[in-house]
């Protein structure tokens, strides 16, 4: 039995179901570099029967000159009652000159009677017809067999027979389909062990993720001897999403010791997960499996200190091997053990003895007591414990800001803010108009910063969080507010906490400024990589 | 072989744990009683020997009355070299009153010498004296067997037992936990099968998502004969989360016929998870399986015209068994049913023919495509169908109003509102200061209203939630704020959307004191009541 299981990649196709999701050609060549650098042997680009932006996808696409991949072209067998040499749709596919054809047809009865609308006879023949067409064409085909789980479970036997009519046809894969994602794995299991004895072409799995299977019943698949695996980075696609590879991969490769990829592959994983889902705009859930912020971190105290003696206690895997690092989350729960951590991960000496050191950890237990949480917010942390350390340049400091925001009836809302700062000793004094208060105040701020930072451009907020901390009196109450910044190759996030929330926004909008311009600072011994992070440079 | 399995749901203890997730005693009262109403047989309510707020949930929990849940206190084995009676985590437990205690202890050797530093047959004997101690105190006891399959595939004999002296000790249950989430569904079900044949207590299982298995380690471990899972509300919980309820039991319900919770609290699994989504300020991915927005919804043509020929062509379900709904054929909104039970509620005859009904649910459809969400504001969606229907007084109208709020170097923030409305014909100007501008803004309304309403005084802002909706610029984009307010006797919930934070806000403050006052009105004829409700007689 083989043990290598080939990767084939729907994220350019089936991922653009998925509510939220939308790419422009641009968007999906890049993501085709970057899926192909990750070694998956399969990407299906597109359907180019259903739209141009598709083909235009196509055409571009071979002048990447991938390295690995094969390029694959989605499509539906023949139309009933007509000829294959004739439809349109097969033609498309020939016509983009892809090396490789996905084409799905019908594995379900009711479907043949209730979608389609015609015999199974006929339907058999569709099958046939399109994949001998293709290979007749001299392309590699593989066979999608939609709805082969539910078809199997309503008639086994003409559910086999579908699949049968793709291999005598010559397709080289057949692909059985859990369309609807209703499947369990142990269904799985069992329908994947009886076509394997059914069928001597290779099987593969396309899986969805409606019961929250998608991963598991991929892998069930393959245990039970399917060699090739459909599915998209971070599992987006139609309703509940298509299995994750993201997830798939490394179980497959770390855990039961398939062949997938590299080494050196598998370890750009998670920068290939959230290079995805910046491309696509799509939040990255920091609990996401393997790559997620908070794959790898750790809040209660005791976790902390046994994961000081030892990181195997309490992760099931070094997140090195993903591309992805430990966290320590500082809560008042866990204390001093966390925030030693932390100071290690920045590189600095923390003496638990010394005067700055017991400065700073009353410090924070003061501001965790006024409502501060640094968990979700590493920014403000660093900043805080490099000010303790008297590592942190004063990049500017506020003289005042003032904003209005202004309604009359059946006229749109105006925010407007004014900000003054100080910069390198010279005052700075700009307004600017916003779609909201915070927005308003950024935008001033950003417009003083520009003459002196211009990279700052790259840096943008990508989340936004309220919560009122004292719930006696809501708005009268304190609040905190948790912003996220990103300028396309890191995340990271700052927390402010104040009875009014236009001060708790600035205070995390003025620690996301500092950090970025801090990380351009700290990068001044390099000059280009700091021009490459800052935008300056075109790629 | 029994098919009953009972839900341990511990969102108030370890889903507590994850990032960003932080609940007051008042949040977890109220999550309480949703889960007692969903069906649930254990509520974990925190870990008493671990810090003050969790006491004080479980000091008010009795208050609460639940119908159904039993609700337990989490807690460790007795230290190592000490006696169980004088164990001050153990003794914490004791003292909350509650029925059922859950207490971890190790399994896994390597731990055992690692993290807690003493000799296995010290271990052996900390569990035993735990339990013991537990039970002569009169408590059920559930035995929570701490990285058991770590501990298993290291030293079986070992493992095996630890969780025999639990049950020699008298343990009701055994659960076996995988808590570090490595474990894969295979290991798991040879496992599991192992245990139940060396065990005659009923077995749990405790799984975690670190390889997106989570579910699928829960269905697993039932299948080899668990009958008891744990897991939280959308899977909250550490890292990648704790196994996610919400999806385990439909999976065990209605696709593998366990007898689980009822038809009818299965068909609330949606709103108790956008509920405690809500409450926990988590943002609700629209492709959660089961419950998400997205579960049901359909993009792609084909599928659309197969779904109105037959639903069941593209869904693995039917969306309404858990609460849900389809997106193709419906209006956005939580389905016409709830509009018809609402206004019953109200007393409202409510023809889904006619006009008005017809407008309102376009009008809804509408503002649900905008942002808003009524499933947490069931005080605006009142207004709108008593406006629909001709029944809301006018009570005031909006002119204009504005905000001011300025900061000056080590100056405290001042906030400003001018607010211009209408009241019975007469233009009422005001204006207040605040602790920020949304409690200035609601501090010039009362202003004005409060010598037309004077009960208004009793009327205060319980909650005030703000949600970013378009994450891709986030303070740019769209917010969402949902108040909670009430007057003492009643709570109820209004929403507001805009591009502008303060906007949304009016919006919502408006409704929640429209809302007030239009109740008052309605008490008009009951004059002793109304008083009552206005604060105008004192207790």
Same mark, same amino acid.
């Not at 970057?34 to 680009?45: F, H, N, P, S």
């Not at 006929?122 to 399109?130: G, H």
């Not at 393997?290 to 070094?318: C, D, M, P, Q, W």
């Given at each position: ?233 971070? !599992? @987006? ?5 298509? $299995?994750? &590879?993201?997830?798939? =991969?490394? %179980?497959?490769?770390?855990? #039961? ?113 006024? !409502? @501060? ?5 590493? $920014?403000? &942390?660093?900043?805080? =414990?490099? %000010?303790?350390?008297?590592? #942190? ?123 970025? &311009? ?22």
């Amino acid at each position: 039995m083989t043990r290598t299981v080939k990767i084939f990649d729907t994220t350019l196709r089936d991922g653009t179901q998925g509510e939220g999701v939308s790419l422009s050609v641009e968007d999906k060549l890049k993501i085709a570099q970057k899926l192909d650098a990750l070694g998956v042997t399969y990407i299906e680009g597109g359907w180019p029967g259903s739209n141009n932006k598709d083909i235009e996808f196509f055409v571009r696409v071979k002048e990447l000159e991938l390295q690995h991949a094969k390029v694959t072209a989605f499509g539906s067998t023949r139309r009933k009652d007509s000829q294959a040499a004739q439809d349109p749709n097969l033609n498309r596919i020939l016509e983009v000159g892809v090396s490789v054809a996905t084409i799905f047809g019908k594995s379900w009865d009711f479907h043949v009677h209730t979608a389609i609308q015609t015999t199974l006879e006929e339907n058999l023949a569709m099958i046939y017809d399109s994949v001998h067409y293709l290979k007749q064409n001299g392309l590699e085909v593989i066979y999608d067999a939609e709805h082969f789980f539910d078809g199997y479970k309503n008639n086994p036997d003409y559910a086999l027979a579908t699949i049968r009519k793709a291999e005598e046809a010559g397709a080289d894969w057949v692909v059985l389909c859990d369309t609807n994602g209703g499947t369990l794995p142990h269904e799985i299991t069992e329908i994947v062990s009886v076509v394997r004895q059914n069928l001597k072409a290779p099987i593969g799995i396309h899986a969805h993720n409606d019961c929250e299977l998608g991963v598991a019943n991929s892998l069930a698949a393959v245990m039970a001897g399917a060699t090739q695996v459909q599915g998209t980075i971070n !599992g @987006y696609g139609e309703r509940c999403g298509n $299995a994750n &590879l993201v997830s798939i =991969i490394p %179980n497959l490769q770390l855990k #039961l010791k398939y062949e997938v990829i590299s080494e050196e592959q598998i370890a750009t994983l998670t920068s290939v997960a959230r290079y995805v889902s910046e491309i696509a705009n799509m939040h990255m859930p920091v609990n996401q499996p393997y790559v997620g912020a908070a794959a790898f971190a750790h809040k209660g105290g005791i976790h902390v200190s046994a994961i000081l003696r030892n990181s195997s206690t309490y992760e099931h895997l070094k997140p090195e091997l993903v591309g992805n690092k430990q966290r320590v989350l500082v809560s008042e729960l866990a204390g001093q053990s966390n925030l030693v951590f932390k100071a290690q991960e920045m590189g600095l000496e923390f003496d638990t003895s010394n005067q700055q050191t017991k400065q700073l950890i009353e410090q924070i237990k003061e501001m965790e007591h006024q !409502g @501060y949480q640094f968990e979700g917010a590493d $920014a403000t &942390l660093e900043l805080l =414990i490099r %000010n303790a350390y008297g590592q #942190l340049e004063e990049i500017f400091t506020l003289e005042s800001f003032k904003i209005m925001v202004a309604k009359n009836l059946n006229q749109p809302v105006i925010s407007e803010a004014i900000v003054k700062i100080k910069v390198h000793g010279e005052t700075c004094y700009n307004a600017a108009e916003g779609n909201g208060p915070v927005n308003a105040l950024d935008n001033a701020l950003r417009k003083s910063l520009m003459a002196y930072y211009p990279g700052i451009q790259n840096v943008h907020l990508s989340d936004y969080k309220v919560r009122v901390l004292d719930e006696k009196d809501a708005t009268a109450g304190k609040v905190r507010v948790l912003i996220e910044s990103s300028d396309f190759q890191n995340n990271w996030s700052t927390v402010g906490v104040s009875e009014n929330i236009i001060e708790a926004s600035w205070q995390a909008l003025a620690d996301s400024i500092r950090y970025a &311009l801090l990380n351009q600072t700290r990068s001044d011994n390099k000059p280009e990589e700091q021009k490459e992070r800052l935008g300056l440079v075109n790629h």
